[in-house]
C-alpha cells in the first residue's frame, strides 16, 4: 500500500513501474533485468526493519555496483528514523522521511529540473560539494481526503487477496495517518508529532464497498496506526458498511475504545467487525506510565476491555512489550501473571509477545536504555549482522537489560500458552489438533512449569501451530 500510496501521486506526471519483490522468486536479478531492458535511471525501495531491510541493503549495493548511475531512493519506516546511516553506504542517494506523499514527486521533479533540495520537506541527502549529510525538517501529515484513490490497476490484486480467519478472501486498506498520542517505545511518535489525519467514514466505507464488489471480498483489514481514534467516525464507517456484510479487523487504544458508547459498539459487532490489535503492553501500570502511555496507564482497564469484547463477539489482539528497563526481570513476570489473569476473563484473547526494543529520541525508556549501554549501529552492514536482525525482530538475546535466560522464559511461557490457548488465525488447526495441543499443555499450564517442554516441542514440529503474529493475519 505505501508503493501504491506513491503511485497514486505519480499518475499522469512520471512514468513507473511497482515491483514486489516478496512476489519474485530472485528479485535481485529480476530487477538488474527491468533496468538494463527499460533504461531505469531511478529506484525507490520503501525499507522496514527486518526482512526487508536484511533484502535491501545486499540488493541495492548490488544494482549500484552493476549501474552506477542508478540514483537509489529510500524510504519508509527505518529510513525515517535512521536516515543518516542510509546515508553512510554509498549506494543509497536520497532519504524520503516520514510520509513521502509529497516530497517524492518533489524529489523526482527537482532531478529532472536540477533543482537545490534545502526547501523539500521530509528529504535527506549529501551536499553535493560538501558531502555533508544533511536532513530537512519532516513533512507535514498530508490528508488521506486530498489524496488519489490507489491505482490498483498497476498492480495483480489477485496475488494479493488472502485466506483469514476472517473470511476465504481477504485484502487491506490504509484510510489514516499519524496518532495523536506519544506512547515513547514507538517509532510512529518520531514520524508524526502527535498527529492524526484520516480519510471521511464515507470515503472509507466506499473504498471497502469498491474492493468488497471488483474483487468479491468477505473480508478487510485496516493497517492504520490507529483506526478507532475518533468514535463519530468509526459509527459512521460501521453503519454504512453493514449492508456489505464482511468482517473487518483494526488497531485501537483501550482507554479510546472504552470510551465508545453501547450504541458505537453494537454497531461494530453488527457491522462484521471480529478483532481489534490493541496495545496492552505491560502487566505493570509503573511501567505504562514510564511508557508515557497517558490515560492506559491503568491494567485493570485492560481486563475491562478483554471483558466487553468477549460481550460484543469480538476477538482482542493483545500486543505485550516485556523487559523494560530499569527493572527487566520484574516487568516481564507482572506481564506474565497478568497474561493468565487476561485468558481468565476472555479466553479468546490472542497474546502477542515481544521483547522491548529502543526507538531513537522516545524518552524515559530510551534514556535508560543508553544508560546500561545501548547504542545504535552507525552502518547498514552491522544493520543487517545477525545480531541486529533478532534486534529488529524483537527477539535479541544481546541487549544490555534482556539477557538470553530473560528471553528463554519467554519464549518457554509463550510455547505452552499457545499450546493451552491455539490462536483463532490458524485456519490450518483443526479442531481435533486444537484438543490435542490443549490436552498435551494443560498440567504445563496449571502447574505454572514451563520450561523444557520437549512433547510441546514435539507437537510443534508436527503440527506446525502457530503464534499469533505469524499467522500470515
Known amino acids: 500500500m505505501s508503493l501504491l500510496a506513491l503511485g497514486a501521486m505519480l499518475e499522469g506526471r ?29 529506484l525507490a525501495i520503501t525499507v522496514m526493519p527486518g526482512p526487508q531491510l536484511n533484502e535491501a541493503v545486499p540488493l541495492c549495493r548490488d544494482l549500484k555496483t552493476r549501474h552506477p548511475r542508478l540514483t537509489i531512493i529510500w524510504g519508509g ?10 546515508l553512510n553506504a554509498p549506494y543509497v542517494d536520497y532519504v524520503v522521511r ?4 509529497q516530497v517524492f514527486v518533489d524529489l523526482l521533479d527537482g532531478l529532472d529540473d536540477g533543482l537545490q533540495f534545502e526547501g523539500f520537506e521530509g528529504l535527506a541527502y549529501r551536499h553535493t560539494e560538501t558531502n555533508e549529510k544533511i536532513s530537512n525538517e519532516m513533512p507535514a501529515l498530508p490528508h488521506p481526503d486530498t489524496l488519489p484513490d490507489y491505482p490498483y490497476h498497476r498492480i495483480d490484486m489477485d496475488r494479493y487477496i488472502r485466506r483469514t480467519f476472517m473470511g476465504k478472501r481477504t485484502l487491506p486498506h490504509h484510510s489514516s495517518y499519524g496518532c495523536p498520542f506519544f506512547c515513547n517505545f514507538c517509532a510512529v511518535v518520531n514520524m508524526v508529532g502527535g498527529k492524526w489525519v484520516a480519510q471521511s467514514a464515507e470515503r472509507t466505507a466506499a473504498v471497502v464497498e469498491n474492493l468488497v464488489k471488483t474483487w468479491q471480498l468477505d473480508a478487510v483489514e485496516f493497517y492504520d496506526n490507529n483506526f478507532f481514534t475518533q468514535q463519530s467516525r468509526v459509527a459512521e464507517f460501521s453503519d454504512r458498511i453493514v449492508p456489505l456484510n464482511i468482517r473487518w479487523w483494526g488497531e485501537g487504544r483501550v482507554d479510546t475504545m ?4 453501547d450504541t458505537t459498539w453494537r454497531l461494530m459487532e453488527k457491522s462484521g467487525l471480529g478483532m481489534i490489535f490493541l496495545g496492552a503492553e505491560t502487566g505493570s501500570d509503573a511501567t505504562l506510565k514510564r511508557m508515557d502511555k497517558g490515560g ?50 476472555n479466553p479468546k484473547s490472542e497474546i502477542i509477545m515481544y521483547l522491548y526494543t529502543p526507538v531513537p529520541l522516545s524518552g524515559a525508556l530510551y534514556e535508560q536504555a543508553k544508560e546500561d549501554g545501548f547504542v545504535f549501529p552507525e552502518t547498514l552492514e552491522e544493520w543487517v549482522s545477525d545480531a541486529w536482525q533478532d534486534f529488529n525482530q524483537r527477539r535479541s538475546t544481546t541487549m544490555p537489560w534482556v539477557q538470553n535466560p530473560l528471553r528463554r522464559k519467554m519464549l518457554n511461557f509463550e510455547r505452552v500458552l499457545n499450546a493451552y ?4 488465525t490458524d485456519i490450518k488447526l483443526t479442531a481435533f489438533r486444537r484438543f490435542l495441543l490443549r490436552t498435551a499443555s494443560a498440567w504445563r499450564y496449571h502447574t505454572r512449569i514451563y520450561r523444557g517442554a520437549l512433547e510441546l ?17
Open 14 to 42: 512520471h512514468e513507473y513501474m511497482i515491483v514486489d519483490g516478496n512476489l519474485l522468486p530472485d528479485p535481485q536479478n529480476e530487477l538488474d533485468r527491468l533496468i538494463r531492458e527499460k533504461q531505469v535511471d531511478r
Open 77 to 86: 519506516y527505518f529510513p525515517s528514523q535512521h536516515w543518516d546511516v542510509c
Open 98 to 101: 516520514g510520509h513521502g506523499d
Open 258 to 261: 472504552l470510551n465508545f458508547s
Open 296 to 345: 492506559t496507564a491503568a491494567t485493570e482497564k485492560t481486563l475491562e476491555i478483554a471483558a466487553k469484547m468477549e460481550a460484543h463477539n469480538m476477538v482482542p489482539e493483545f500486543s505485550f512489550v516485556l523487559g523494560n528497563p530499569p527493572e527487566p526481570e520484574k516487568d516481564m513476570e507482572e506481564s506474565l501473571q497478568f497474561i493468565r489473569k487476561i485468558k481468565r476473563i
Open 421 to 424: 490457548y491455539p490462536t483463532a
Open 457 to 473: 516441542r514435539a507437537l510443534q514440529k508436527f503440527m506446525a501451530y502457530q503464534r499469533p503474529d505469524t499467522s500470515g493475519f
